[in-house]
Structures are given as structure tokens and as C-alpha cells.
Nanobody, 122 residues
């Protein structure tokens, strides 16, 4: 079973940037749909970005234009570049992998990292 490990979370001022990283224990190209989820306190976990092996990306409307998902397959690493952060982005962020057909923002997530906290202050 694939293992995922996130890093890069922390505290930042409103308008600032962070880059999250997710290292996979397996080579993910053509095997998994990869993505990032976040969970606000008291809310259900929601997908914010997904990336397919063909390079196609999709985003939740709330982060579109501010977040960028990418993969560096040679390093088994996925990234989430987060710019123009605001307090509403404060959440626990999770790396996710999914097997099967299809890969977009509707992904459900089959495998999860432990989560990394992102806190944005006003």
C-alpha cells in the first residue's frame, strides 16, 4: 500500500505563500491520480486540486488561480504551490492518491498522508 508524507505547512500572513510537498513511497506515474485535500474545523474533507499523469489539472473554485499543483515523478514528489493565501485557507491539508479510472477534482482519495497544518493570519 502506497505511503504518503506531506511537509511544508506552517503559519503565514495573509497574502503570503507556502509550498506543500508530498513524497510517495511508490512511483505514481500512470498508476495513481494524485491530489490535495483540506479539512477546515467542523467541515468535511474537500478536494482542492488534482493532477493526472497526462499533466491535466483541476481545482476547486475556491482556490483556482491561487493554487498550483504539480508533480516531479523522478523524485516521487507532488507539490501544491499556494499563493495569495487568506485566513479562509486555514486548514489541515492532506496529500491523496487514488487508483482507478478518472482523475479530476471529484477524486475521492484512496490513500492519505498524515496531514500538514496551514494557518493564515490576517
Amino acid at each position: 500500500q502506497v505511503q504518503l508524507l506531506e511537509s511544508g505547512g506552517g503559519s503565514v500572513q495573509s497574502g503570503g505563500s507556502l509550498r506543500l510537498s508530498c513524497v510517495s513511497s511508490e512511483y505514481t506515474y500512470d498508476k495513481y491520480c494524485m491530489g490535495w485535500f483540506r479539512q477546515l474545523p467542523g467541515k468535511e474533507r474537500e478536494a482542492v486540486a488534482a493532477i493526472d499523469s497526462d499533466g491535466s489539472t483541476s481545482y476547486a473554485e475556491s482556490v483556482k488561480g491561487r493554487f498550483t499543483i504539480s508533480q516531479e515523478y523522478a523524485k516521487n514528489t507532488m507539490y501544491l504551490q499556494m499563493d495569495e493565501l487568506n485566513p479562509e485557507d486555514t486548514a489541515m491539508y492532506y496529500c491523496a492518491a487514488e487508483s482507478g479510472v478518472g482523475c479530476d477534482i471529484r477524486m475521492r482519495g484512496d490513500y492519505w498522508g498524515q496531514g500538514t497544518q496551514v494557518t493564515v493570519s490576517p
